[in-house]
């Protein structure tokens, strides 16, 4: 099962959420994005693959970042 980090701009700034936790807030979406990137290396290494995914638009997310799983190539 991929660990999901989850990018997200909150009332008070930048969040990030990983399984039922939140955390920050952080001062910018790039604060956030190396924190999360940072904790989704740590866990990928020790046991799974992981996924930094960020909010581009209200409840709509683009990955960042993934360890351990193939990148998609886009078809000819």
């Given amino acids: 099962m991929t660990a999901r980090y989850y990018v997200l ?7 990030i959420r990983y399984g039922d936790g939140m ?3 952080y001062q910018s979406r790039d604060e956030a ?24 638009v209200k409840d709509h997310f683009l990955t960042k970042w993934s360890y ?7 078809l000819a």
């Fill in 9 to 15: 701009q909150g009332d008070d700034g930048w969040m």
């Fill in 23 to 25: 955390f920050g807030p």
């Fill in 33 to 56: 994005l190396l924190f999360a990137i940072d904790a989704a290396q740590h866990i990928g290494r020790r046991r799974r693959d992981a996924k930094v995914l960020v909010e581009d």
């Fill in 68 to 74: 351990g799983e193939p990148p998609s190539v886009p």
